[in-house]
């Protein structure tokens, strides 16, 4: 599966991931690294995910997570097997652990770094080895919940939400991915392998934007009624972006970063009600100013065109954002002109799927089909190709 | 010793999605010099916006408005390993910094284009934000209840998974440049990155022509109940004072075990939740006597209950309860104050990089500077320029 002249053809990758990391190993898989993806002769549990292609059952969130890898079959009942599992380790740059992949616990990683010490083991768990939740589960609803994204998600109306899909394993996965490439420099500049740990409850947490700024700078921002901002929609922090309902859809709408040139528009389109009223210049109404901007813009953005709106925002430099449906993403007209889209192999057939999102100039990536690896070989190195 | 000392990094990146990004690369001890100007209202750097996302770089000012500190940006840019900015396509060419200029002479230089749109096609020009991002890539769109209208994600996602995105692109160039011998170019699109994160959905489109749509907290394709948040006992009468308990059961066992901690009730043995299946199609029902269940009690003490059950449950935190009272992250240490008062805010707090390297600790944890407060050290250690150099360019306006 190597050299196709991609930015990791060199790297060899034993993933032993579950859902919390395996992100992370597609984003090095996709850009060349030679990723074996070992089974137990029961599957892959990760190949029971939704959604399924109607027609041949196969899990398209397998496709997605799980491309470009090579896999075979380990018989957990067999010592052979396991040692064969094993040897891989002694001959691999990276190896990523979860802790609900069963066959993370059947290798033996203290042994596998003994024979090859630049080994690279990344180790993505709930909540680290240690701590008093250590031994907590956590599936991304838990996860969300604990490590603070459900708080900041939703409405008034709603429960605290998560966030859709996988979002919260993708930023642990991609997290993992980070953690997998310092740990693989640093061992090329020092020939020292290590284990890294990551904790999922950490890097949700640390990738919330405003939480911690709010909890100790509340007293910087003039809307701040305590430490912590409840959930409301989509209103940002800011209070400056917001999604609001158009005439036939919905738009994310900010005037930022260019107030001025916004009112410039309302007053274009008439639409600026009271919003040059001299009160307004009085500095302890600038507030009420913005709060006030916002009501006018939803009453005037409810009365256009979705469409029209969004692009005639962006001639003006005005970052609105057009809510959009997955089939609005499907066909829109900026990623297929970057040819961002790549051939995914769903059973038998050739299908459009997402790409990658980065695009290396001299070295790209490329999602390449999944292998099944032939175990007529002496040995699963012999069949991977990985020199002992 | 860091696992990524050695790595100069020149930055031009401004908000959020780029410094974080540079912030894990410095995290992890590579050498960041953030470049900035007084002339940049926007980067704001005595603002705890910039100081929670600009930790541990060094600061460099420079008026890229002058010719002579765009000289100092060449030999700066000779220097880097990584150049990376997040401005509209076009601004280092046009100070004479591009890609095309610098690698000339250092080819070993990488180069991280990190914009909304990415370069080339009919939107490369649009402006973006997370909040644009989420709208366009579908995030907004997806994450709600049915039936609600989008409400979308209450944080600027994206602009970290940008950040993330960035951190393995540039730590991939590194790896790829150790075989090739030679840097490149990378054009990350912040629109791209979100489109990725909804790639379950996309696939299933293209394969299924099956639209997504916002399923609350349910799972949009799997089929699990319970599943949801669940509201215990409220500490007031504010949003803020609610207290909600998240309980997942992905199999037979786990819902056995719930309904032991729930002394078993007559009703968790009706036929309608007998199996997963059955469940799943009376999850509202199920909903319903879960919450009427967790209602009265307390969200942290169930929490226990139900993870000493082996059943996955997990309170929704804010952030002050983070901050206060989160004894996972107590026990690690993740929220810290900064060694260093800040010359402006007082004290700062850092949330420690999530990554535990075995060998290579990443314990530093140095507060934002503030404009050109490192002009003398990165010139020195970069361009080996004297100090009385230094301040000559700091009274010409050049480094301001």
Known sequence: MPTRGEALQQTRVVDLSDDKSIYGVKLLADMGADV???????????????????????SLWYSFFASSRRHFTVDEASSASLYELNALLGCADLCFLGNENTLAERVNVEAAQTRNPKLVVIDVTPFGSSGPWRDFKAPDLVASALGGSSGITGDDYTPPLKLFGELNFTISGAYAATAALAGLYHAHQTGEGQRIEVPVHECIASSLEHVFMWYYYHEHFPNARAQALERRGSLHWTNLYVVMPTKNGAMMVTPTPNIEAQLAWLIEEDAFQDLLDSKFEEPENR?????????????????????????????????????????????????????????????????????????????????????????????????????? | MRPLEGIRILDFTHVLAGPF???????????????????????????????????????????MSREDAKEVAVSLAHQADVVIDNFSLGVLDRWGIGFDEISATNDQVIYVQMSGMGSGGPWSDFVTYAPTIHALAGMTYTTGVPDGGPIGLGFSYNDHQAGLHGAVAILTAIEARRETGKGQQIDLSQFEVGAAMIGVSLLDYFVNGREAHPCGNRLPYDMFAPHGCYQCRSKGADILDERWLAIVCRDENEWQSLCSVMAEPEWCRSEIFRTEKSRCENADLLDE??????????????????????VPAGIVQTGIDLVESDPQLQAHGFIASMEEPHPILGETFADRLPIYFEKTPCDIYKRSRILGEDNVAVLADWLGMSEDAVREGEQAGILT
């Open chain 1, 36 to 58: 074996i993806r070992p089974e137990p002769e029961a599957g892959d549990l990760l190949r029971h995910r939704g959604p399924f292609d109607e027609e041949s059952g196969e």
């Open chain 1, 287 to 388: 507030r009420h100013y913005f709060e006030r901007m916002m009501d006018v813009i939803r009453e005037w953005v409810a009365t256009e065109d979705t469409e029209e709106l969004f692009y005639k925002a962006q001639e003006r430099h005005a970052p609105y954002g057009w809510v959009q449906t997955v089939s609005q993403v499907a066909s829109n007209p900026q990623l297929e002109a970057r040819s961002w889209w790549q051939t995914a192999k769903v059973a038998d057939r050739k299908v459009p799927g997402p790409g990658i999102p980065f695009h290396f100039k001299d070295t790209p990536g490329r999602i390449a089909d999944s292998e099944w690896l032939e175990m007529d070989a002496n040995s699963v190195l012999d069949a991977v190709g990985w020199e002992k």
């Open chain 2, 21 to 63: 990004c540079t912030r894990l690369l410095a995290d992890m001890g590579a050498d960041v010099v953030k470049v900035n100007s007084a002339k940049r209202a926007a980067n704001a750097p005595n603002s705890p916006y910039y100081a929670i996302w600009n930790r541990n770089k060094r600061a460099l000012a420079l008026d």
């Open chain 2, 289 to 310: 006597h879960i919450n009427a269940w967790t209602n009265d009690q307390d969200a942290n003490e169930l929490m226990h209950l139900l993870q000493d059950a082996g």
